[in-house]
């Protein structure tokens, strides 16, 4: 064998060798990079004016917490799922339209999230995010006086929960198709279907959603692509959809944005379809 031969045989199996370990890391590393909120180990600010700090406790014994404002009579209560790299706070600045129309906010934390112990995972959030619910129904708050609202990751958790109870609405901001999805298309060099282990189908899930749904998607977002707004759609035909021109990822943070869903929820209230 040639020393040409030799060095291309030994290029080409370190190249191999370098791909197996990139395949074998992302499939160890998966919750850390679908969860990078849970490494940043940040403290959360004082608690907002309003607002009561809750402790709950997670089926599996892990502390939980959550913030908590109640609504004005006679108003709903949103239930609030953040994105991954972000914390309660940042959900308290995101609903902040809302409360300031008398909608009360229940905000829960991701476990390993703002300081709180344990390790997410999909279905460990998903469970955690139950117990919200179950506390918002032990204060005597009804299903239809709930409005679900999903940023980003946050939209898996909202929709999971809108497809296991009834409520008034279903709100999602800069949701992905699937984690399949999105996944495949930044590693489209490695076999990502095979190595995910979190899915959050959001798909998959919305055609068991009984609740009126509103999808809302920044044409030039980077971080969930806007092609994901039209499976999304074709999942759920009966959703209405509003895109976004030129507003990006933080879609959810845009005042303007989030006023248009306000108009949504109050056309539901009056019996009169919302706005496309």
């Known amino acids: 064998m040639t020393r040409k031969r030799r060095a291309a045989i030994l290029g080409i199996v370190a190249?191999?060798?370098?791909?197996?370990?990139?395949?074998?890391?992302?499939y160890a590393f998966q919750r850390s990079f679908l969860f990078i909120g849970a490494a940043q180990l940040s403290a959360l600010?004082?608690?907002?004016?309003?607002?009561?700090?809750?402790?709950?406790?997670?089926?599996?014994?892990?502390?939980?917490?959550?913030?908590?404002?109640?609504?004005a009579p006679g108003k709903p209560v949103v239930l609030f799922f953040h994105g991954n790299g972000d914390t309660i706070a940042g959900s308290a600045a995101a609903v902040q339209p809302f409360t300031a129309r008398g909608y009360g906010a229940l905000l829960p934390e991701f476990r390993g999230y703002g300081g709180m112990p344990g390790k997410p995972s999909e279905a460990?959030?998903?469970?955690?995010?139950?117990?919200?619910?179950?506390?918002?129904?032990?204060?005597?708050i009804a299903d239809v006086d709930i409005v679900l609202v999903g940023y980003s990751l946050g939209?898996?958790?909202?929709?999971r929960l809108a497809s296991e109870f009834r409520p008034r609405a279903l709100i999602l901001f800069a949701a992905f198709a699937s984690i399949d999805r999105v996944a495949?298309?930044?590693?489209?060099?490695?076999?990502?279907?095979?190595?995910?282990?979190?899915?959050?189908?959001?798909a998959a899930k919305l055609p068991s959603v009984a609740a009126p749904v509103l999808l809302m998607h920044g044409t030039v977002d980077s971080v969930v692509p806007y092609d994901n707004l039209a499976v999304l759609a074709r999942a759920?035909?009966?959703?209405?959809?509003m895109t976004m021109p030129r507003?990006?990822?933080?879609?959810v943070f845009q005042?303007?944005?989030?006023?248009?869903?306000?108009?949504?929820?109050?056309?539901?209230?009056?019996?009169?379809?919302?706005?496309?």
């Open 45 to 71: 600010p004082p608690l907002p004016l309003g607002y009561r700090d809750l402790r709950l406790t997670a089926s599996d014994g892990t502390p939980l917490r959550a913030w908590y404002k109640p609504p």
């Open 236 to 241: 759920r035909p009966a959703a209405t959809v």
């Open 255 to 276: 005042p303007a944005v989030v006023a248009r869903a306000l108009v949504w929820l109050d056309t539901l209230s009056s019996g009169v379809k919302g706005p496309g």
């Open 124 to 140: 460990l959030v998903i469970d955690d995010a139950r117990k919200s619910h179950g506390w918002l129904t032990a204060q005597g």
């Open 184 to 202: 495949a298309a930044k590693f489209w060099f490695m076999p990502v279907r095979l190595l995910l282990t979190e899915h959050f189908d959001n």
């Open 155 to 159: 939209s898996g958790v909202a929709t």
């Open 15 to 26: 190249m191999l060798a370098l791909y197996v370990a990139g395949v074998a890391g992302l």
């Open 247 to 251: 507003v990006g990822h933080e879609i």
